[in-house]
């Protein structure tokens, strides 16, 4: 198991929850001690980290390295000139004691070893992959396997797209056709406040600006352990999946810059819609954003109320009102998702892909050893193929069996439709409104099937565990209400909606369940079956699916030829209970 001994006095630690954790040993006590008093201590733990404000001494450090086995960790604030960096163990020199400091130190030595599991590879030679589920995740990577040589087979349990009502269809496809990508689209909504408390989000209703859509006296313990796992995260190691997922977003803004300079007729038609313009209610909320955007390099410009109302007349009036209170234009973009996705489906298909809509995947099949053997599918799984799954909120009996079980929930977000006329906006929204009951709303610059200018108003979040049969009616009602608020406060003077001649999008509100962790990290998970092919499973990605489709292609890929990728251990399922309750590593 992980085990860290925290020999240092940090102010503003006791007393705290900053810690959280079972398998760090804070030992203050210690920093004043001798070497070999603190390396005592971390041999009597078993300790495989240790945190100091000095190195101890190359004799010391040595005893520790010959006396616990495996990789270790040592940081530390002051260093000795002229030590012996010692075989396995990865030093850190850290710049102070302080709780920054100290979070830093904490999320090297975390990273350490979750970055030191062994990765699951393939066989370069097998080209040969079935992918359960055509949402969006699931098409960006069989596009980039065909871009590699590789056949692919698609099953999806819905219908084909666009041939039934909406309701049947998974969140790629039941889901407005508006998707964003923007460098915190994906976000931990885990507390990253050191002197903060858990958020309680998942405990209050949304009549409470809370985010349960369903009644909290009937969830089952199943749901009850995922909300506490979800609390239980420290506030230090939720600022180090938070950087670990902008990272991976980061890499698919480049892996979505290569799609659009490869295959630009993906996105002709679709309503690509460059850069997004975040807007927030009040100043405090703005400032903190920015420093933010600002701390990853994600800023175009800074807007004043004045500048909004000047340079996007169509919010002269929120602003004029009082609602804004400024904001700040970011790289990104915005796609009609439905579009955009039967292009890549059609682009597919003209390269030989084959798709079998209608054809669930009811569940996998292992032997007494755990170890996979098959799929319980209508259409048989070729045993000589490898299995790359995307299984959404309702796939759950995919994960049966393997680490995954039992960690995606599902929270369901709802989308209104207004007509873009007299508002004329060219840059999609992202609106931040403190306190609301949809405290996030996406703006998304669309085209409706009849060619009508419209604006895609989608918002909310509502806890609904791993079934929708117990959503509350209320809950989604006062959803429902919050994105028409934030529609009346945005845009009073809007024009109304015409009806369409597509019966499917003549709807006042629309929603799907998306797929969600209670870490917030996604979940990659790679496996060798009985028959030597791989088993991989993707997914729970929060809000972050569609954004970082491409880099989730590229582990994926890696995975099959046998590569690593860092995706493959700091998504592992099992990255935060390995550490914060001990576990291989």
């Not at 954003?289 to 007349?313: K, N, S």
């Not at 004029?320 to 579009?339: I, R, S, Y």
């Not at 990605?541 to 491409?550: D, E, I, K, S, V």
């Amino acid at each position: 198991m992980t085990k860290v001994l925290m020999a240092t006095v940090t102010s503003g630690l006791e007393g705290s929850d900053f810690l959280k954790s079972g398998n760090i040993v804070h030992a203050p006590e210690l920093s004043l001690a001798s070497d070999e008093r603190v390396v005592d201590c971390a041999i009597q733990h078993g300790a495989d980290a240790l945190i100091t404000p000095r190195r101890p001494d190359d004799s010391a450090l040595r005893l520790w390295s010959e006396s616990v086995p495996g990789p270790k960790f040592l940081s530390y604030v002051i260093g000795i000139p002229g030590a012996t960096r010692l075989p396995g163990i990865t030093e850190f020199q850290q710049n102070d004691t302080d709780l920054d400091a100290l979070a830093t130190a904490l999320r090297r030595c975390e990273q350490q070893f979750a970055l030191g599991r062994p990765s699951v590879g393939g066989d370069p030679q097998n080209r040969e992959v079935v992918l359960i589920g055509a949402g969006i995740v699931n098409l960006v990577t069989a596009l980039e396997l065909t871009d590699n040589g590789y056949h692919v087979t698609v099953l999806d349990k819905s219908p084909s797209p666009g041939s039934k009502d909406w309701r049947q269809y998974g969140c790629t496809h039941a889901g407005d056709d508006a998707r964003m990508f923007t460098f915190t689209e994906m976000d931990s909504y885990n507390n990253q406040d050191f002197h903060g408390s858990a958020p309680s989000w998942f405990r209050a209703p949304v009549t409470e600006n809370g985010w349960l859509a369903k009644s909290g006296s009937a969830l089952p313990s199943s749901e009850r352990a995922w909300i506490e796992e979800f609390q239980r995260v420290p506030a230090w190691l939720a600022r180090a999946y938070n950087e670990d997922i902008f990272a991976f977003t980061a890499e698919a803004f480049h892996g979505w810059n290569r799609l659009r300079g490869d295959h630009p007729d993906l996105f002709e038609d679709a309503v690509f819609a460059e850069d997004i313009l975040r807007l927030y209610s009040d100043p405090r909320g703005l400032e903190a954003a920015l420093a933010r955007h600002r701390r990853i390099g994600a800023v175009r410009r800074e807007l004043t109320p004045a500048e909004v109302a000047r340079d996007f007349p169509g919010l002269a009036r929120p602003v004029q009102d009082g609602e804004l209170a400024g904001g700040l234009l970011v790289p990104g973009f915005t796609v009609n998702v439905h579009k955009f996705a039967g292009k890549i489906i059609a682009q597919l298909e003209a390269r030989g892909a084959v798709f079998h809509w209608d054809t669930p995947v009811r569940g996998v099949r292992r032997d007494d050893a755990g170890r996979l053997t098959g799929f319980t599918c209508d259409r048989p799984v070729p045993e000589t193929a490898h299995v790359v799954a995307s299984p959404g909120f309702e796939g759950q009996e995919l994960l049966a069996g393997s680490p995954c079980e039992g960690r995606i929930h599902g929270v369901l977000g709802g989308w209104i439709r207004i007509s873009n006329k007299g508002i004329d906006l060219t840059h999609s929204l992202k609106v931040a409104r403190k306190g609301h009951v949809t405290e996030d709303a996406n703006v998304t610059v669309a085209v409706d099937s009849d060619g009508q200018e419209i604006l895609i108003v989608g918002s909310g979040y509502g806890y609904v565990g791993t079934t929708t049969d117990g959503i509350d009616e209320r809950q989604l009602a006062a959803m429902r209400e919050g994105i028409r608020d934030t529609i009346e406060r945005l845009f009073p003077d809007r024009a109304e909606l015409p009806e369409s001649s597509d019966p499917a999008e003549n709807y006042a509100f629309k929603f799907c369940v998306r797929p969600w962790t209670a870490t917030s990290l996604g979940l990659y998970h790679a496996e060798t079956t009985v028959n030597e092919r791989l088993f991989i499973i993707n997914g729970g990605h929060n809000t972050g699916g569609f954004a970082q489709a491409p880099a989730i292609g590229r582990a994926v890929l890696a995975s099959l030829r046998g590569e690593p990728h860092p995706m493959h251990a700091l998504y592992h399922p099992e990255r935060f209970t390995a550490f914060i309750e001990g576990g291989n590593h």
